[in-house]
């Protein structure tokens, strides 16, 4: 989400207009930078419902220039899913996989290297949601577990080409056979694909329930604990997730397809997943994209499992704006950070500690 204060298209602009705001905040002397307040809402005003449209409407751009351009050919219908994926082959697979991997780099590389190890990012220190660095170990091990994550994603959109070329889905060939149909589709990606992200994710945490087994612990202890080992996240910690989950998040783009959309329309959710997750995991409120509500999910586990576009979790009840409402949430069940078992990257518990006060 922009930063406070930040116009709607904010998102369009990254990262150019980011990089130019933090040239302005690293120009500022220390004593007049201000820093505003952490607030957690749970639900998004008119303003964050539009600057969530304009971050869709990039993913958009990005699968347009995909489809167009980078694998466009000589009549434009030279992406796999318009024909060359009937047939399984390597040939027309590699593309999709070295352009995913490429971007991950790119996007993840560069963000991390910007706000965490650039000239100008002690500059950005005083923005940063948690306090503490993130250590080197954590970023390395997150950057390995987020490329794997990427293949996990490329695996997906390999069998929706394939699957379209070969007849098993319909789509749409042309953009321009439904143009408000497909416009609707394209700006509201981030909230369709929401409570898809919140089922699976509420259902990879403890379930807390009486009466029935707790199958939440235990996908939470064999798959998502991963993503939560990176307590201090940071762009590479966006997808740092088990094969599995990271599966079961990039197959939010199936939700279109039985609509015979065209194929720009999910290869779009599987950027806005990506990119979506990298941004708002960053770290820091501004410069960066950071999403303080998630933010407190990484610090204190049992709260905040979806997004505020679909304010899910206000709905029912598992909205926490800071440490003091995961204690409300749950009662006497044992909850929070101090109740998980999670063996977080280099937090030594003082550190751990001091960082959970600000949350």
């Keep these: ?48 419902h ?9 993913s958009v751009i990005l699968a347009y220039f995909c489809i167009f351009y980078i694998h ?18 390597v040939a027309w697979m590699w593309p999709l996989l070295v352009r995913n991997l490429a971007a991950t780099w790119l996007i993840c590389g560069f963000w991390d290297w ?16 948690n306090p503490q660095m993130p250590t080197f170990g954590q970023i390395k091990h997150d950057a390995i577990v987020t490329t794997f994550a990427s293949v996990c994603g490329t695996g997906v959109e390999v069998a929706l080409c394939h699957y379209w070329a070969n ?15 497909t416009l609707l589709w394209c700006l509201t990606i981030t909230h ?30 064999k798959f998502h604990s991963l993503h939560h080992k990176s307590y201090n996240p940071t762009a590479f910690s966006g997808t740092n997730m088990h094969p599995v989950e990271a599966t ?8 279109p397809v039985p609509f015979g959309v065209h194929p720009l329309i999910p290869l779009a959710c599987i950027i806005d997943c990506a990119v979506g997750a990298w941004l708002g995991h960053d770290g820091f409120q501004w410069p960066g994209s950071g999403d303080y509500f ?60 001091q960082a959970d006060k600000q949350h």
């Design 1 to 48: 989400m922009a930063g406070a204060g930040q116009p709607w298209y904010m998102p369009l602009t990254w990262p150019f207009g980011h990089v130019s705001q933090a040239f302005g905040i690293a120009a500022q002397d220390k004593k007049d930078v201000v820093v505003p307040p952490l607030v957690a809402s749970p639900e998004l005003d008119i303003v964050g």
């Design 167 to 181: 007849g098993t889905f319909s789509m749409q060939r042309s953009i321009g056979a439904a143009p408000l149909a």
């Design 114 to 129: 910007f706000l965490y190890f650039s000239p100008i990012a002690p500059k950005l220190h005083a923005f940063k949601m």
């Design 192 to 221: 369709w694909r929401i409570p898809h992200f919140w089922l699976i994710h509420r259902g990879m945490h403890p379930w807390k329930c009486e009466g029935i087994p707790d199958v939440g612990k235990w996908l939470y202890k």
């Design 294 to 353: 998630h933010q407190l999910h990484h610090a204190n586990f049992d709260c905040n499992y979806g997004a505020m576009h679909v304010p899910i979790d206000y709905w029912l009840g598992t909205y926490a704006g800071n440490k003091a409402d995961v204690k409300k949430i749950w009662g006497k069940k044992k909850a929070g950070a101090g109740a998980n078992e999670t063996a977080v990257h280099g937090q030594p518990p003082a550190a751990k500690q």
């Design 50 to 58: 539009l600057t969530s449209m304009a971050g869709a409407l990039r």
């Design 248 to 255: 079961l998040y990039y197959s939010a783009a199936l939700i």
């Design 72 to 89: 466009g050919g000589e009549d434009g219908y030279g992406y796999p899913a318009f024909g060359s994926a009937a047939t399984w082959s």
